[in-house]
């Protein structure tokens, strides 16, 4: 008996095209007829089966013996969601709005996957964007035209227009998919299913599909760095660091007097060295035309790795700093050290990001 209910017709058409249910008919005279084929319909209203449309055989032509159930319901879903477009105060629509971060789009540290974006939870009252509702409406597009079950629309603003499909046995056609225009699918397989539609706000599921919303991307400034990064810092004074903390939204703020800045992501330190990386750099500078002096480059200098200490050949008992090197008449460039680390660099460059910034190409 549920399988039979769910078969018949609740609904029809009045003379006047009015939508109207048996319930509101069944005290009436005046005639009703099937949404899909036009065929005058009887009114079942009995006590042993739920009251019902039923198609009038007298009536019955070649036409009428194709009206299927499914054929009823694409075209009662069709007057019922226009009937709901037309008395609604409110549509709300709820879509998914892509935020990204403000860099996200030229990020060179981002890797595919990457959550450096997310999807809010966004409603839309389309009643004030929307003023008409028209069945089968006939679209036109550059290269195509096709047939709409519903368009809502506003003559005045067509950009905003939506085109509603109804999906009993077949899904909207890929031509219409790929019109560009927005469209909203609904899938329906009984007269519940569309009173479920109008009773709801309008959001995508398993039953309800959107095509070709595309909502702006916007941008969230205060999304958090995903990237902490690291980076080497030459100044103009011969000072030089290899630790400034920085990140994927920050690096690109550069500091007032250096001259060289590469940064990198924070590395494995079983495999990277924040001491290499500074030698490295400290060559790095030098063969970009940096007046590099240095005590790490120096051919004086020598590095205990056991102590951690670094001295001065030419005065092995004293205390030695990288940056004597600036002011020290016997400072010479250990030439071999220093090819050596550059092409340490340059080899770790190709194998890992970097980004350089040269104040001399600015």
Known sequence: MNNENRMEQHYAVSKGGVLVHINEAHGSKEDCFCPHCGRRMLKRCGNI????????????????????????????????????????????????????????KDCIWRKYGDECSRLDEKSIDLKKHLTCCSVEETIHTD???FRADLLWSNP??????????????HECTQKKK??????????????????????????????????????????D??????????????????????????????????????LLEVTIKDGNPEVFSFGRFYIWELAFAKSKGCDVRNCYLCNHHHYDNDEKKLTCDLNPNEP??????????????????FHKNLDNFIKFSQDNLVNVWLKYDN
Request: proline share 2%; with cysteine.
């Open 49 to 104: 089966r739920t009251w019902h449309f039923a198609h009038d055989y007298r009536y019955e032509n070649e036409v009428n013996k194709e009206c299927s159930y499914e054929s009823y319901l694409h075209a009662f879903a069709k007057l019922r969601l226009k009937q709901w477009f037309e008395e609604s105060t409110s549509l709300t629509l709820h879509y998914q709005q892509p935020i990204s971060c403000q860099f996200v």
């Open 143 to 145: 290269d195509a035209m």
């Open 156 to 169: 005045d603003n067509p950009k905003n227009d939506i085109l509603v499909e109804i999906k009993v046995t």
């Open 178 to 219: 790929e019109s560009q225009k927005r469209i909203i699918e609904f899938e329906v397989h009984s007269e519940e299913d569309v009173e479920n539609i109008v009773a709801n706000d309008i959001q995508e599921s398993d039953t309800v599909k959107f095509y070709g919303f595309s909502p702006k991307e916007e941008i």
């Open 221 to 258: 400034e205060a999304m958090q760095a995903r990237y902490s990064l690291s980076k080497f810092i030459y100044y103009r004074t011969g000072k030089a660091f290899a630790r400034s903390a920085c990140d994927c939204k920050t690096f690109r703020n550069r500091k007032r007097c250096s």
């Open 320 to 337: 030695c700093e990288a940056l004597h090197a600036i002011s020290c008449n016997s400072y010479k460039l250990e030439e071999d050290f």
